[in-house]
């Protein structure tokens, strides 16, 4: 309510609690705003113009970012579908049950019921800890007001908390996964950072599990250490490794403890009428009975496990399928062999080698399915190898030799061809600069080693993205202009008294034009919301191919500007050689960036038949087909188990034999 009251009066005839027999008058002067009742409960004023903070506007920010991601990632894993899982969570004090069934409304209220809003989730593999806490960071968001914490969904695998503060990889994690936040309205490079001192961020941290044994009890005690025992906090973990951990340090202190409850029969049957078509029914009905009838035998066993259910529905439900396997004892003889068929079968199932029948999901290009087995399970080793969950693209390269070969055979060939064709070209010369770019290229393509352990490579932000005083900008960009202005000056006089004003007509606008076009390439990488896998890859390509343009446009303009100050001329040969040697240099400038390796490991591993040549395509089509999913701006398998599965069977072929088991 605001504005300017005037003389006039407000009147109410009404009682205090009364609102038989209420008259109301206003009279006189003037108002922008007159509210009138006969009984106000509550009253909020919120002046005009009040003072918006960068703070403010970067938790309003991120909350908007955090809810649109897993919104869509949600729905991808249909955790939002009207006839989803229920899955109940056993409290260790009041309100004694956080449930998934009831709606955001009720999950939310229930967490905010908690004394101290700290929680620990604990449960065994595939009981649907991360699902839950998908589900409670919608719950809270769609709560979301004025001076709320944020919700922040992280996974814990990045965070090395013997070497980095919890603040200090918060606010890395949080800039790297919702790059807009760095924009100069929500406080630019320490945005995250004061959004954490201002207490705006309830960190999420998905599965303390997935650190290295030796990491768990040291992060157990960095979260005691600095998130105050008043302060929400949310973690996962399966429960062994989270009571293990806490043998060698301490419990989250103050945590409320929420275990993981089976699936009950019940709400499997019930589940399952619901997901099978209805034109199935028939086919369904003794796998549907099944449990009742067995409530301890295979099939029942198997399907405690939401991860069950929803490969179960993957495999058969959305499928054609025949489900009588899943009760023929020879082949699938106890809940183990039902696991293993239903994990087994994921890949076959999401990239049939048959188109899908009308209407079912499936990829948008055709990729066979022992391919694609094979690549996911060369992924699934590799992520075994570094322990790691995250499929990123910093991440995938190739021995420094390889990447050496691969970039110098590119060198020799664009080194010979770039000299070649020109009048002065000549075998012994091309010859030359085909063994100079080999060994420039190579160099550059193996100048780091092969991994950057659970870290993304630092995105720096391009000038006008950074907040600068408008005095700073001016001081800058004057003299630069001014020293622009004064070379093409002195080149037009060189030319004229040379009989070749067209090469200052021409290689002037080149550096400005350079920027511009680096600048249009690296641009948009701080405009994206949340980052999704490709959109990640995408945008570090885009930046380092900008910058690319820029050193090739600068170092075509420096060699041209030499020759021009020592020769005072110049014919076409020497510029046109001196445009390749700017195309070079643009060239190893992207091949010594991490986005540069990345795309030579591509390139090798795909000509070698261990990745597809269009491997984010790919991806992309295992994601939407439910064998990978997406946790920020990475990929990650559907479930470790998944992962581990994969591995078996890859290591298995790898020997010479498939053993299923």
Known sequence: MGGDWGAGGVHNAGGDHNTSGVHNEFSGGSADYVVMAGHIDKVTITAPGAAVTPVDRAALELARMVGAQWRAEAGVRGLLDAAALPVRWTLDEEPGELATAGGPEELAEAYLALPRGRLVVLGGPGSGKSTLAVLLVLALLSRFGPGDRVPVLLSSASWDPAAEHLHTWLARRISEEYPRLLRAEC??????????????????????????????????????????????????????????????????????????????????????????????????????????????????TALASPLMVGLLRAVHVTRPADPAVLLDRTLLPDAGAVENHLLDSLV????????????????????????AERWLGGLAVDLGRRGTEDIAWWQVGVPNWQRAVAAGLVGAVLGFVSVWPLPTGEPVF?????????????????????????????????????????????????????????????????????????????????????????????????????????????????????????????????????????????????????????????????????????????????????LPWRLTAFLQDAYRNGVLRQAGSVYQFRHARVRERLTRRQVAVSKGSVRRR
């Open 187 to 300: 406080g630019g490079a320490q945005g995250p950072a004061r959004l954490i001192e201002a207490e705006r961020v309830l960190l999420v941290l998905d599965g303390l599990d997935e650190l290295p044994q030796g990491r768990r009890a040291v992060a157990l005690q960095r979260l005691n250490e600095s998130v105050p025992g008043d302060a929400p906090v949310i973690m996962t973990s399966r429960a062994q490794e989270y009571w293990a951990a806490v043998r060698e340090a301490d419990v989250l202190r103050s945590a409320t403890v929420a275990r993981a409850n089976p699936v009950g029969v019940e709400e499997l049957v019930d589940y399952l009428r619901a997901a099978v078509p209805a034109h199935r029914t028939a086919q369904w009905r003794p796998v549907i009975d099944a449990p009742r009838s067995e409530p301890d035998g295979p099939l029942a």
């Open 430 to 610: 091309a010859l030359i600069t085909a063994a100079l770019g080999a060994g420039f290229y190579g160099d550059a393509a193996s100048g780091t080693p092969r991994y950057v352990p659970h870290r993304k490579p630092v995105t720096r932000s391009w000038p006008w993205q950074r907040p600068r005083p408008p005095l700073i900008a001016l001081v800058v960009v004057l003299p630069v202009l001014a020293l622009l202005v004064l070379i093409y000056v002195a080149f037009w006089d060189i030319g004229a008294a040379s009989g070749h004003q067209w090469v200052a007509l021409l290689m002037t606008p080149a550096p400005v034009l350079g920027v511009w076009a680096g600048a249009l390439l690296g641009r948009s990488a701080a405009s994206d919301d949340a980052a999704t896998p490709p959109q990640s890859a995408t945008r570090a390509l885009r930046r380092a191919a900008g910058a690319a343009v820029v050193v090739g446009s600068l170092a075509t303009f420096a060699g041209i500007a030499a020759v021009l100050l020592v020769a005072h001329g110049l014919n076409a040969a020497v510029a046109a050689l001196l445009a390749t040697f700017g195309m070079h240099a643009g060239l190893v400038a992207l091949l010594r960036s991490q986005p540069g390796r990345y795309a030579v490991a591509r390139v090798v591993l795909a000509a070698r038949g261990r």
């Open 348 to 371: 076959a199932t999401a990239f049939p080698d048959t188109p899908p029948a009308p209407g079912l999901p499936g990829p948008r290009r055709r990729w066979r399915a022992a391919a």
